[in-house]
């Protein structure tokens, strides 16, 4: 079965940072093509960032030279590294398995200050 736990969330200040990680069950990470999506409040899924098997990676406009993704194979976990926060990153932040489609409950990141 497929599961995803998000972790890392929480409240910073503009131009902060912080580092959200994914831990992955019943899959083998690194076989898969991974997203990370968010929601703000009253606003639909977007699109972050997607890593696919072979390590390449992906960004959205809105974050690209801000954020990161990568993985640790060994660890079978996903992480998003959030630099230079801004107010428009509040969102609810999700991990996805692109195969599945399969998400994990979210971790809240609030930019404010």
């Known amino acids: 079965e497929v599961q995803l736990v998000e972790s890392g969330g929480g409240l910073v200040q503009p131009g902060g940072s912080l580092r959200l990680s994914c831990e992955a069950s019943?899959?083998?990470?690194?076989?898969?093509?991974m997203e990370w999506v968010r929601q703000a409040p009253g606003k639909g899924l977007e699109w972050v960032s997607t890593i696919n098997s072979i390590g390449t990676t992906y960004y959205a406009d809105s974050v690209k030279g801000r954020f990161t993704v990568s993985r640790d194979n060994a660890k079978n976990t996903l992480f998003l590294q959030l630099n230079n926060l801004k107010t428009e990153d509040t969102a609810m932040y999700y991990c996805?398995?692109?195969?599945?489609?399969?998400r994990g409950q979210g971790t809240q990141v609030t930019v404010s200050s």
């Open positions: 996805r398995n692109l195969r599945t489609m399969i």
């Open positions: 019943g899959f083998t990470l690194s076989s898969d093509t």
